[in-house]
């Protein structure tokens, strides 16, 4: 294909306007010793064969709306309306960009306002920004405001936060100075505020948990937040955005700065990306906030209208003095998170939590019915939990795969402790048919295994 | 029209959405999660499915983009997204793919990244690409920490200055400073070159690297950028190339070639991924052998199964890395658009894009220089800066009223006052994807506004005049913030 | 801003497109056709893919459409069109599948269009259904020819009227002549009923049929419906129904219930398939039993397989049949929409659209008829029918104005100059998927109209003064036709 | 699901405004003993299950993305470039209706302004309509004009249109006096002048043609209009619009009407609709042009803009002495194959049509080579071309399909003469591998045959 409309006697004319014969002399000030105009990648297309191309690649992947999933870890399948799609899929919306012109553009600012306003009713915070690049760095963010807020140095971070998250967080502030203390996690699957107490110190910045925490569990935030804010340290909470369909949001519980995921409103599981960081806080940090803000204001004419404020946080104009380089964001995962919010509403987000979580119990209940299979912690939980399971976990995976299933996370990745568990994962999308199924598997590997006396590399349960 | 915040087209009771009946028994919610944990109230929306179809679709007719205007923003590669690559992104084998699935059930995915590593690899002149980081500024991130990390493995913890050229995106030293380094300035000369005497003068064993944008945000590549890199090598230092504005390099010189150690690409600038209003982008890293071990985990990886065809699959064993700089492995959509975008135009298409980018962008410089200041007059890249000082000297308009009056014209405007080093900048960036006739008529509308604002200054000062709303009130909306709606 | 014909876009030698090389030997193309069959010029548009895109995109803004605007052309019922509808449709199963592929292959294809011809039999009170007409004055076409088949097979061949209410659609008239008929036009009564003497009068053993709309284009339904029918059927004639209208009777009554013979469905109106700026459409017709064996061919039909599951199949021995109406089957891209929407909202939504549809317009109807004047006061169905008669003589002021007028307070105007016997018809269908919001809008909107045809009656005579193009000559465009571009 | 925003509040608002208490009362009017508000079908669905459902049953369907596919016969296979979709898919377009409104419907006046340039340019003809429903209803539309204009009551239908046209043009005249002629075709596939003239007489209005024909053949359109034109009759001609991209308009070989089905032009195959009906036709017939039509004019302030025009023509206003009835088209249909001719353009539309023309003839050479298969007319064709086989046609279709393949159409369907015989398809989507995987198979089923000496019931070949 080709995107490229000069024909040649354009490129004749251009030439000829700006005085010269070929365009290469349009190079000239480039060293010829580094000079290269062929370049080593495929010849081009035609759109038949490009669109054959990736149509074929797309189907050698499992799709999981032909495959039943139990994976969740970070990243969940839910029903995203149709609706929200053919608005993303608006060319207004998706081949503009960040609306440094607010006359042209106020479709796009009106919709992160809306956005904006979405995020703190949610998380019952009182500022929320354009969006961040995913929940991970959303958090590493957070963490880096939270030692500049305190002008502290150390972050507290449980071990129940996704790894992948810590691991970011991790990445994030290896040029920064301060150090990360991993939290371990109680038999409630849960952080113990007692334990939190004991780690905190003058130097601790923030507490970082997550909100349900990566096994699923829920965390008493309240009780945190009362012996983080002892200290003068911040609640930083990482949440699962659907989830507060349902549940009390870290707002109402003291938290100081909550961040997200917001892939489960209304983004698709897209093998990992794009997805949607959110961060809100509270008003007295605006000046802390990263990211894009908007905000409403009046124009020349006493209307309503919407504009990019608070720029001069940003490093276009603080450079190096900003706290965070973000520039570019997640606009469009926002903008399909706003839709998707407005669609589902105020009983609709409820009802999707609510089949999540009763989906997700139904399937714990059965896996306990079999024999060898047990949960590895007792706290209540949301739409995951861990199993500790007889057989290896990736054996378990592997049978699942045999019978079309995507099976749950293998923790002992993770979590050496954990390497006998899976973590399911069940939402709306889960029918009770491919649950029966998952757990009649686990039946049969369990029983063969009870047969076989076979020793798995999984730790046998007591 | 005004539209009305979707808040305010809320009604009691009204829904959109259906939900399905539970299918697993039911039973009394507190069994399941304790009271506590249950929040009292849900304040969203309620709003019917027209309802929302309409607010939404009435709110994006409030933009303009590409599909509707040329938009010539300078540093942005407004370039035409296909919509081909829109349909393989959304394509269910793409789209609905979960990131922790089995290797073996997305080889399709992962083969994908592979070759797009390789692409980039060999577009950049560089040995190895991550995929990971989300964007151009995350893309830094990545860069710079490895590069601390290079030099931390080496022992070499001196060194703590990172340069910079003063036409530098404002990304560039807010991404050293968040690694841990000092920036210090480095001008330009007269040329717009990178002023070499002050970067000599700069350079010492404390200097950890150099950040340069090649072509510079002025539009304009460096005449000596082989002595710049050379200089920064010789003390030790390493070079960060940072490739927004790559599109004009493309078929005619690699960053690799030219010296740069590690460098990003912006899949949503050279790679016509879509800029969705501000996002999501992409901003793979490309480096040379030296940094390679510290690559963000995973890399794509590939191996000969024993039957002799291919596998894909993650390499996690990389000790050296600098870990995670995002959960999961990037921003796949954007990988999987970029992806299609270099397969469809091929190896041909893709070295000539430069060519054609740059003969646009200095085309347009030509028919304008007379009108406008010229930053420094001399061949220009993809784009070109002007400068307003002319108009804002003689009748009081400043660029921003000139961009604003362009809106009247029917044309987005050009990026302004940036590079900030450019007094009265304004810098436009036509791309290759426009035609000569669309570069004629922009032509025409600046030229009629230059005229306008000598004439009738307050015209052009009160732009624009044709948009539903007017000019705002920044200064305001910054006093009494109005960040979100509240329930009354 | 004005957009040039795609032609004035054309530059030689550019292109959109690429097409991939021929795969097969290359030979001299008139080796395989004669060089007199291939023809020397094609005068097709040369443009780029942005310069196609921009151009379409920046067209459709120049509409108003249901997604962003109230749309209340009266007996068009132009409800909102679900997205699901849409993304059912453009499947590659339903999409990508050819009609003459075997029944084996297309399945599910088969059963959609089975349990649709189903649904709808069981919505219109009928006993069979055909799918085959692509719109409702094919539909009409379709029936109107088993009709005739009807009494020609009985040797009834000197049936030649057809009656026809005075209020009816013109395709109605227009139909029965296509079929050979002669029209006879029945006058309404005060109270927007068929005037009953005059009918009887008009009766008699040349009658094939009465064609009726129900509700009426008065947007009312007939106090003496029964009779009306019956006295149609004593005579040996047909009563054929319009069921343009029918979403005020969903839930309420059948036609076959009411005596109807044969009827079409507009899927495009009552069951929410796109209207496409004008298509396209489709007519599904059902029949009595006594109708049925005329329906056109093929109708889908059901057996069990030796294994008792169920096979669908196309019955194409149907030896009385008026043969067919369109090419294959129909326009099964609606008939899936059509499915998806009667599967989405289901029997408890069918039951009520009917009651909702009707509260609204007799809400708005309440609220308006003081400021115009209301054709007949009483309750009336999916649509009213106001005249502007009263401000016609006031001050000039003619419906076609009030319309404009609509325009420029956001609305799209409802039919007008419709039923050609009320003078200075104002026809106001709002449908069920408005909200009271949007209908109170609308109504304070009329309102506001009303006042300014009085007060400022030329503010109104101007209208519209808001959109890019004002009024249009249409009178040059008959006097001085261009009905098409002509190369220079 | 549902698509009805009032609430119970919302429903008692509007009640007591109009003075009812109970919705029924609406209904007062209806006759008691017809009423019935219940109706049998399935119960509501939400939106994850209908859009299961409805996956499921399109999924239970072989879809042509997978299945090579060798029919035509009225139906195509082509590339629909992308952009097509993405305008068509514009809900300023697909969700507006006739514009009867001008000023706020430009952009679908103007769109079907320029459809109606581009298919007279296709034709060469002078004006076109703004699209009927399918290329069979608009041929039969030509028929009942053409008997119109010339006020003659026979139409000689050559036996080479597409039967179910012929059927169609049967069905829609049997209310009027005028009867249909059929002709036979020659071995060279197509209509022999002497043979056409032999039936012309004083009663004849106009005779139908194909191009290229049912059979792919092409006829001599030139000398048919010569001798059609002799008696005063008129030449319909029923197109493949794209087979325009390479052959010689009908409009410069003495066409009168041109109608043709669009379908080619950008429209997916849908299982047969909706399509697209082409209607072209001289200058002095404007006022017997059925349909729509858009004229360009200036508004009040002298600008150039678009209405429909004509209307007097139109059932709207004539009623009864309409000519047809047609009153919605297919405009979105229309916009599709506008957008596709802008698309494709010049040179595009060519080298489509071209790559049809190589591989249908590649593959009419490689089916020749196997025994016992061989063309039944020697003429010159376009894209498509009859075999008459060995095997039964049913036969071969079957072990076709066995391997993933849709094959030809079997004409024993509608020519018992020709029940030997079927009629394959080629365009730019057939791959060669897959035309050499099809004749691999008839040679295999040609040689069983030969082998088993078994007779099929197809007419073996001499
Ligand atoms: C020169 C330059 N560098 C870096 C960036 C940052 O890229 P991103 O917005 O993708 O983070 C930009 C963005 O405009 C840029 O123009
Ligand atoms: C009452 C009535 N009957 C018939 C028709 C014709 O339907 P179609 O446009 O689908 O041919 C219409 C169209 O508006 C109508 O309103």
Redesign the pocket.
């Known amino acids: 294909m080709n995107y490229t409309p000069a024909t040649p006697a354009d490129q004749a004319r251009m030439l000829r306007a700006i005085g010269l014969s070929s365009p290469a002399e349009l190079f000239d000030d480039l060293p010829p010793s580094a000079r290269r105009t062929h370049l080593d990648v495929p010849r081009a297309l035609s759109e038949i064969e490009v669109t054959r191309l990736l149509r074929e690649l797309s189907e050698s992947n499992a799709d999981l709306a032909h495959h039943p999933c139990f994976l969740g870890a970070g990243s969940y399948v839910h029903y995203i309306p149709s609706v929200v799609n053919h608005i993303v899929g608006r060319a207004e919306f998706f081949t503009s960009y960040t609306p440094y012109q607010p006359e042209v553009s106020q479709g796009t600012l009106q919709t992160i306002y809306e956005f904006q306003s979405l995020i703190c009713l949610l998380t019952e915070m009182d500022i929320a920004n354009a969006s961040m690049y995913d929940g991970a760095s959303a958090l590493a963010e957070a963490a880096i405001m939270a030692a500049n807020v305190t002008d502290r140095g150390t972050v507290l971070l449980a071990s129940s936060v996704h790894p992948e998250y810590r691991q970011v967080i991790r990445t994030y502030v290896q040029g920064l100075k301060f150090s990360l203390v991993p939290d371990p996690v109680d038999q409630s699957g849960t952080l113990a505020p007692e334990h939190v107490r004991s780690h905190l110190n003058d130097d601790v910045a923030c507490v970082v948990v997550q909100y349900p925490n990566f096994f699923g569990c829920l965390d008493d935030l309240n009780a945190l937040a009362d012996v983080v804010h002892q200290t003068g340290a911040l609640l930083v909470v990482a949440v699962n955005p659907l989830a507060l369909g349902l549940l009390t949001p870290p707002g109402a519980l003291g938290a100081d700065v909550v961040v997200g995921e917001g892939q489960p409103l209304g983004i698709p599981p897209s093998y990992g990306g794009p997805y949607l960081g959110l961060f809100a806080t509270r008003e007295k940090y605006i000046r802390h906030l990263p990211g894009r803000i908007v905000g409403m204001t009046t124009d020349t004419r006493g209307q309503r209208g919407y504009v990019l404020t608070f720029q001069t946080r940003e490093q276009h104009i603080r450079r190096e003095k900003a706290t965070s380089n ?3 964001n997640e606009a469009l995962c926002a903008l399909a998170s706003t839709v998707y919010l407005a669609y589902v509403g105020k009983a609709g987000l409820r009802q999707v939590a609510e089949l999540c979580l009763r989906n997700a119990h139904y399937l714990a209940e059965q896996v306990q019915t079999v024999p060898g299979f047990r949960l590895a912690f007792d706290g209540p939980f949301f739409n995951e939990f861990v199993v500790r399971c007889p057989v290896a976990p990736a054996t378990l995976n592997l049978r699942l795969r045999d019978v079309g299933i995507i099976g749950g996370y293998e923790l002992g990745r993770d979590y050496p402790a954990l390497n006998d568990a899976l973590l399911f994962c069940a939402t709306e999308m889960n029918r009770r048919a491919d649950m029966d199924r998952l757990v009649e598997v686990l039946r049969q590997c369990g029983a063969q295994r009870a047969a076989s006396g076979a020793v798995e590399t999984g730790r046998a349960d007591g | 029209m005004a539209e009305p915040l979707i808040f305010e087209r809320s009604s009691p009771g009204r829904a959109a959405a259906s939900l399905p009946a539970p299918e697993v028994p039911v039973v009394p919610l507190d069994e399941l999660v304790p009271a506590a944990f249950v929040r009292a109230d849900l304040p969203l929306p309620e709003v019917g499915e027209l309802d929302v179809v309409r607010h939404f679709t009435r709110l994006s007719q409030k933009n303009v983009c590409i599909d509707t205007t040329f938009y010539p923003l300078g ?2 590669t407004m370039k035409y997204n296909p919509k081909v690559n829109e349909d393989a992104a959304r394509l269910p084998g793409f789209a609905q793919i979960h990131p922790y699935q089995p290797e073996a059930t997305v080889q399709g995915a992962l083969q994908l990244m592979y070759d797009l590593q390789t692409y980039l690899a060999e577009i950049g002149g560089m040995d190895a690409v991550t995929l990971q980081p989300a ?4 893309g ?1 991130l990545t860069g710079m920490l490895m590069v601390r990390a290079y030099h931390d493995e080496r022992g070499d913890v001196e060194r703590k200055r990172v340069l910079i050229p003063d036409s ?2 404002g ?2 030293p807010a991404t050293a400073t968040m690694v841990g380094y000092q920036v210090q300035s480095i001008p330009s000369d007269d040329r717009g070159n990178l002023d070499l005497s002050a970067l000599r003068s700069a350079l010492g064993p404390d200097v950890a690297a150099l950040m340069i ?1 090649i072509p510079s ?1 002025f539009g304009l590549f460096d005449e000596r950028i082989l002595e710049v890199i050379g200089a920064i090598h010789e003390v030790g230092g390493l070079v960060y190339g ?1 490739g ?2 790559m599109n004009a390099m493309l078929g005619q010189a690699r960053f690799g070639d030219l010296g740069v150690d590690v460098m990003h690409f ?1 899949l ?1 600038k050279t790679f016509t991924t879509p800029h969705g209003g501000g996002g999501p ?1 992409a ?1 793979p890293v490309g480096v040379k052998a030296l940094l390679a071990p510290y690559l963000p985990t995973p890399v794509v990886a590939r191996r000969a199964r024993a039957d002799g065809s291919l596998e894909y699959y993650f390499d996690y064993a990389r000790p050296r890395s600098i870990g995670k700089i995002k959960a999961f492995y990037g921003n796949f959509g954007m990988m999987v658009r970029a992806y299609t975008y270099i397969r469809s135009i091929g190896a041909e298409g893709l070295e000539h894009v430069g060519e054609a980018a740059v003969l646009n962008a200095n085309y347009l410089m030509e028919r304008l220089k007379g009108a406008y200041d010229l930053y420094v007059d001399r061949r220009c890249k993809h784009e070109f800066v002007l400068s307003g000082r002319r108009q804002r000297r003689a009748t009081g308009v400043r660029t921003l009223d000139l961009a604003k009056r362009l809106i009247d014209y029917g044309f987005h405007p050009p990026t302004i006052y940036f590079p900030i080093v450019i007094e009265e900048a304004i810098m436009i960036e036509p791309t290759e994807t426009e035609s000569l006739e669309t570069l004629d008529e922009f032509a025409e509308a600046m030229l009629a506004i230059a005229k306008e604002a000598e004439e009738n200054p307050d015209l052009v000062k009160h732009a624009p005049h044709t948009t539903e709303i007017g000019r705002l009130d920044e200064v305001a909306a910054v006093r009494r913030p109005n960040l979100r709606w509240k329930p009354a």
């Open positions: 973000i520039c570019s | 540093s942005c964007a151009g500024a995350h830094e530098a995106h990304t560039n944008t945000t940072d927004a504005n912006n949503h982008p901003g």
